[in-house]
Nanobody, 123 residues
Framework: QVHLVESGGGLVQPGGSLKLSCLAS????????MGWYSQAPGNERELVARITSSGSTMYADSVKGRFTISRDNAENTVYLQMNSLKPEDTAVYSC?????????????????WGQGTQVTVSS
């Protein structure tokens, strides 16, 4: 089984910072792309940032210049440093990872998701 566990969410004032972490654990062969999505109440889930195993990154326009995604391949962990937070950043943030597993002689690659962590930006 594969598990993704996020940490680091919470309540922060506008202009503040938070750092989210997501650890992938379990029995797998490798981890390809990792990333973060956000979902605010009443809204669809949106991609916030994504990072490949080689370190290439992409960001949603709304977070460019404020958020930084990074990863530690040795620890199978992805991070999201969120600075200059705004009330509109309030959402549940979920990490995902594209992971290769092997069952018997067969390898398969799937997206796995964490349970989500709440980020609330409010004064």
């Amino acid at each position: 089984q594969v598990h993704l566990v996020e940490s680091g969410g919470g309540l922060v004032q506008p202009g503040g910072s938070l750092k989210l972490s997501c650890l992938a654990s379990g029995d797998f062969v490798d981890v390809s792309a990792m990333g973060w999505y956000s979902q605010a109440p009443g809204n669809e889930r949106e991609l916030v940032a994504r990072i490949t195993s080689s370190g290439s990154t992409m960001y949603a326009d709304s977070v460019k210049g404020r958020f930084t995604i990074s990863r530690d391949n040795a620890e199978n962990t992805v991070y999201l440093q969120m600075n200059s937070l705004k009330p509109e950043d309030t959402a549940v943030y979920s990490c995902y990872a594209n992971i290769k597993t092997k069952v018997g002689g067969w390898a398969t690659r799937n997206d796995y998701w964490g349970q989500g962590t709440q980020v609330t930006v409010s004064s």
